[in-house]
């Protein structure tokens, strides 16, 4: 019997699992450094558009978010016809110059010539949409904007 | 005495608060795609002077309609071939004596644009036409202007234009910043980007 029993002893040798932890921690490092919060909950649709004459947006506490496009699947009370969000609410188009201002507002004075609005909208708006967002934009005088976009080949866009 | 030996911490549990933690922000991440189309609006129209104008032949007309085709100077062309186009009308040269252009390569037909300071395109779209479109146009418009911007960049400063924005940005670039902000300058100097959103006014020429 107590051969028996030193024998199975023998077969199961204690895996360490001391360098787990480290293991797990660099992963965690690594996507605590490339985690963005988002800060806006979408609720319309968000399918971007490709182009490939981009730049990037360097400075993410100086850009202004307007999302636009038809409500999501979940917001289907809403009706299909595109509209804007602002912040994580349905919006109407004259709410952007409020909303525009505030935000200027928010940032000290000697910065804000540098704040950017990154208009993203969904790829099948209409430009109609569009182009009252511009005019409420420029009529704040908020003239630097970035259409936001995915990397790629424009000619992806017309398939 | 015999010395006393610390008592040991069970770290037993502590992958398991890792994991916690790890999850949390594998479920929160979004890698960041914030790219885009960078432009500026013009002015609100009260403070835009409206008694420019701007020779027939110095206007590039590109046009979206309702149905999403693409009319360049009211004749339907192919979005493929749109660079072209716009490289072609840009860099065409055709101004004499004062308005010309010595670093133009282009066809210098008299009845296309001047210089390409003084050539203008201008974009009108439809209500109805859809965004996706509009940024495909954008985008090769504007790529028609870097191309340009590109051969006389890397013509006169031996890198392209591209390059130089890089390197403009790039903190660890060791030539001379001020320099190369002046030489950007001066190739954007060079190929304006005009490229008018607006109803444009035209001269009856």
Redesign the interface.
């Known amino acids: 019997m107590s051969i028996f029993k030193n024998k199975q002893k023998a077969t199961l040798p204690v895996i360490s699992?001391?360098s787990?932890?480290d293991i797990?921690?660099m992963?965690?490092f690594f996507?605590?450094v490339?985690?963005?919060?988002?800060k806006d909950t979408l609720i319309v649709k968000n399918e971007l558009?490709?182009?490939?004459?981009?730049?990037?947006?360097?400075k993410?506490n100086m850009?202004i978010h307007i999302y636009a496009g038809k409500p999501s699947s979940r917001y289907k009370n809403v009706g299909t016809e595109a509209r804007v969000q602002l912040n994580d609410k349905f919006a109407d188009i004259r709410e952007i110059k409020p909303f525009v201002l505030e935000e200027m507002k928010s940032k000290p004075k000697e910065l804000r010539p540098y704040l950017?609005t990154?208009?993203k909208?969904?790829?099948?708006?209409?430009?109609?949409l569009?182009?009252d967002i511009?005019n409420e934009?420029?009529?704040v005088?908020?003239?630097?904007?970035?259409?936001?976009?995915?990397?790629g080949d424009?000619?992806k866009?017309?398939e | 005495m015999a010395r006393r030996l610390a008592p040991e911490v069970n770290a037993g549990s502590m992958a398991d608060i890792a994991f916690l933690l790890l999850i949390f922000f594998l479920v929160s991440t979004t890698i960041e795609t914030d790219y885009g189309i960078s432009k500026r609006l013009p002015p609100p129209p009260e403070d835009l002077q409206t008694n420019i104008l701007i020779k027939e032949k110095n206007l590039f007309r590109v046009e979206l309609n309702q149905l999403n085709q693409l009319f360049v100077e009211k004749k339907p062309l192919a979005l493929k071939e749109l660079k072209t186009a716009a490289i072609a009308f840009l860099d065409n040269g055709g101004g004499v004596e004062k308005e010309y252009c010595n670093y133009c390569k282009g066809a210098r037909d008299p009845k296309s644009s001047d210089n390409p300071d003084k050539a203008v395109i201008s974009l009108v779209n439809s209500r109805e036409t859809n965004y996706e479109t509009y940024i495909a146009v954008q985008n090769e418009l504007i790529s028609a202007y870097e191309e340009l911007r590109d051969r006389d960049a890397l013509r006169i400063y031996g890198m392209s234009f591209k390059l130089m924005k890089a390197y403009l940005k790039d903190g660890s670039y060791s030539g001379n910043k001020e320099l190369l902000k002046d030489q950007i300058k001066q190739i954007r100097l060079m190929y304006p980007e005009k490229l008018s959103e607006a109803e444009p006014v035209t001269a009856a020429l």
Request: glycine share 4%; aromatic share 6%.
């Open positions: 699992t001391a787990l932890p797990v921690f992963l965690l996507f605590m490339a985690t963005v919060m988002r558009p490709y182009a490939d004459q981009i730049e990037k947006l360097d993410k850009v950017t990154a208009l909208v969904d790829k099948n708006t209409k430009m109609g569009v182009g511009k934009l420029r009529s005088r908020m003239l630097k904007i970035n259409y936001t976009t995915r990397s424009a000619i866009n017309l």
